[in-house]
C-alpha cells in the first residue's frame, strides 16, 4: 500500500508540474506583427473574460504579450510595453487602467487599444 500511495503523489506532483506548465510559452527567436497582434488579441479577450479562479490567466498573456513585444524585430519599438507588461505578469494584481497603459505602443502598432476591435489590426 505504501509503494501505491507513494506512485499517486507522483502521478499527481507531476500532473500539477505540466498543469502550470500550459500556457507558459517562450518566444525563442523574433515576433512578427501578427504574433504581436495576436498576442495582444488573446490578452484584450483575457481581460475581457476576467483572470478566473486557477492559475491566473491573465497574468500568463501578459507575460506571454511581453516576451512577443521583446522579441518584436519591427520598426516600432515595444521595449517599454513589454517590461510594463513583465511587470505587470510578476504583480499580484492588476487593472484595466494599468493594462492599457502598458500597452500603448503595442496598442498603436495593431490598430486599437486593449480589449477593443479584435482583429482591426491583423
Given at each position: 500500500m505504501?509503494?501505491r500511495?507513494?506512485?499517486?503523489?507522483?502521478?499527481?506532483a507531476?500532473?500539477?508540474?505540466m498543469?502550470a506548465?500550459?500556457g507558459?510559452?517562450?518566444?525563442?527567436?523574433p515576433?512578427?506583427?501578427?504574433?504581436v497582434c495576436?498576442?495582444?488579441?488573446?490578452l484584450?479577450q483575457?481581460?475581457?473574460q476576467?483572470?478566473g479562479?486557477i492559475?491566473?490567466?491573465?497574468?500568463?498573456?501578459?507575460?506571454d504579450?511581453g516576451?512577443?513585444a521583446?522579441h518584436?524585430?519591427?520598426?516600432?519599438?515595444?521595449?517599454?510595453?513589454?517590461?510594463?507588461?513583465?511587470?505587470?505578469?510578476?504583480?499580484?494584481?492588476t487593472?484595466?487602467?494599468?493594462?492599457t497603459d502598458?500597452?500603448?505602443?503595442?496598442?498603436?502598432l495593431?490598430g486599437?487599444?486593449l480589449?477593443?476591435g479584435?482583429?482591426a489590426?491583423?
Amino acid at each position: 500500500m505504501a509503494r501505491r500511495h507513494g506512485v499517486l503523489i507522483a502521478a499527481a506532483a507531476a500532473g500539477g508540474l505540466m498543469f502550470a506548465a500550459v500556457g507558459c510559452e517562450k518566444v525563442a527567436g523574433p515576433s512578427s506583427k501578427a504574433e504581436v497582434c495576436q498576442g495582444f488579441e488573446e490578452l484584450g479577450q483575457q481581460l475581457l473574460q476576467g483572470n478566473g479562479v486557477i492559475g491566473n490567466p491573465l497574468f500568463h498573456k501578459a507575460d506571454d504579450l511581453g516576451d512577443l513585444a521583446e522579441h518584436y524585430e519591427g520598426t516600432a519599438d515595444l521595449s517599454q510595453d513589454a517590461g510594463r507588461l513583465h511587470d505587470i505578469a510578476a504583480a499580484d494584481s492588476t487593472s484595466d487602467a494599468e493594462l492599457t497603459d502598458a500597452t500603448e505602443q503595442v496598442a498603436a502598432l495593431c490598430g486599437h487599444p486593449l480589449g477593443i476591435g479584435f482583429g482591426a489590426g491583423q
